[in-house]
C-alpha cells in the first residue's frame, strides 16, 4: 500500500478512538423525577452532562407518558416535580 494510504487510515482510526474515548468516559449525572399531571403519575430516569439536562430529560420523558398532545405536553412540563433525586 502506498504511504498516503496508510496515513489515511491512521488518521481514520485515530478520529474513531477519540470519538469512542469522549463517548465513553464522560461525567453524567443521573437522576429520577416523579410527575404528577392530570390525575396520573409516572417516574422517569434520565442522565446527561449537567444536571439541568438530566432533570429536563426526566420530566420530558415523565410528561410524555402522562399527557397526549402538544398543549399538554406544554402544561405537565411547566409542572413542578414531585420528586427530583439524584443518583450516582
Known amino acids: 500500500m502506498k504511504n498516503t494510504t496508510w496515513l489515511a ?7 474513531l478512538g477519540v470519538i ?3 463517548t465513553f468516559h464522560q461525567e453524567r449525572v443521573r437522576c ?3 410527575m404528577s399531571f392530570a390525575g396520573r403519575r409516572d417516574c ?3 442522565s446527561a452532562a449537567t ?3 438530566a432533570q429536563r430529560t426526566a420530566i420530558s420523558n415523565a410528561c410524555a407518558q402522562l399527557s ?3 398543549t399538554e405536553t406544554t402544561q405537565c ?3 413542578r ?3 427530583v433525586d439524584w443518583l450516582h
Open 9 to 15: 487510515l491512521g488518521f481514520v482510526a485515530v478520529v
Open 20 to 22: 469512542v474515548y469522549s
Open 32 to 34: 429520577q423525577v416523579c
Open 44 to 46: 422517569r430516569t434520565a
Open 51 to 53: 444536571r439541568e439536562e
Open 68 to 70: 397526549s398532545g402538544v
Open 77 to 79: 412540563e411547566n409542572t
Open 81 to 83: 416535580p414531585e420528586s
